[in-house]
């Protein structure tokens, strides 16, 4: 019986089906992470530059889209040389960063859209007492927690992970997670489940939470035209990206825990990597498209950049 010191690196199997289509496979994913660092920088740059977007749904939406480059950039650039390389092996220490950024990634997630809903609930339910509520320094208060409660939830599922006694090497998925590695133990992993059915329910209380919420924003934009407006504008956008996250990752859950084993293995990879593709492009296309500051001022910004661009050929 091996141990956790034994181990020193691991196979992701699942890249046997990648072989005939490497190349087209690699394209795709290089235009996905371009495109992926080019909304989500848009998006933070536009509220960073900007002071009249320095207010609580902005400042929740900038940190939402830098989640998006964390979380990505745990996945992404392993993957592309994954796609070029006829051996995918990942070490054991690479492993188990890997595993925390894309878990912490998806807490993180799910808190600040837990944090937009109540921003939003204050902001149409309760509009004049809104500025009292989520002043700027409160607003910072709750998005540093959005952070350090969801990393260091990481932190401990990971200190977990590491201290099992693993028999084996071999990982199904096109990278690494925490079920994969569970299940090669050879230890007890009652810990394990025990804190990770804790943290799945937590998270699921955000979720519940968040709809909670809104069915308080339904009852009171249905009162008057301006709050219809505004749950138009900034809330359908975070239902949206709220489904969006949810829908993916309980897919990619349920799968690695009950999915069956006659399932083809391309269907297997495109719902382990769906919530690390679809998400960081959508939501910020969502927002970047729906919300009218947001849009506004990247063309506003666009433009001085065309025009910048023409005075420096001209000179």
Excluded at 116 to 137: F, W
Excluded at 276 to 294: D, E, R
């Amino acid at each position: 019986m091996s141990n956790t010191s034994s181990i020193i690196v691991f196979s992701l199997s699942a890249f046997s089906e990648t072989v005939n289509y490497r190349v087209t496979l690699f394209s795709l994913t290089l235009l996905s992470y371009c495109v992926i660092l080019v909304v989500n920088v848009s998006i933070i740059l536009t509220i960073i530059l900007d002071e009249n977007l320095h207010e609580p749904m902005y400042i929740c939406l900038c940190n939402l889209c830098i989640n998006e480059l964390y979380g990505t950039a745990g996945f992404y650039p392993k993957f592309t040389s994954d796609l070029l390389s006829d051996i995918q092996v990942i070490s054991y220490a690479g492993c188990l960063l890997q595993i925390y950024v894309i878990y912490s990634y998806a807490m993180v997630d799910h808190s600040v859209l837990t944090l937009m809903a109540y921003d939003r609930y204050v902001a149409i339910c309760r509009p004049l007492e809104y500025h009292s509520v989520m002043p700027l320094r409160r607003t910072a208060v709750l998005v540093i927690l959005s952070w350090f409660i969801p990393l260091g939830c990481g932190i401990m599922s990971i200190t977990l992970t590491f201290t099992l006694k693993l028999c084996g090497s071999h990982i199904q998925k096109l990278y690494c997670d925490n079920w994969s590695i569970v299940k090669l133990a050879c230890s007890s992993t009652t810990a394990n489940n025990i804190v990770g059915l804790i943290l799945i329910s937590f998270y699921c209380c955000h979720v519940l939470f968040i709809l909670g919420s809104y069915v308080q924003l339904v009852k009171s934009a249905v009162k008057s035209r301006e709050s219809r407006r505004k749950f138009t504008q900034t809330c359908v956008p975070h239902l949206l990206s709220l489904f969006n996250v949810s829908a993916a990752l309980l897919f990619d859950l349920m799968y690695s825990r009950y999915g069956s084993a006659s399932v083809p293995q391309s269907v297997k990879n495109f719902m382990a990597i769906q919530f690390l593709l679809i998400p960081p492009i959508l939501n910020p296309v969502i927002y970047g498209l729906v919300l009218t500051k947001i849009r506004g001022r990247i063309i506003y910004f666009c433009m001085k950049a065309g025009q910048w661009s023409i005075l420096r050929m001209n000179v």
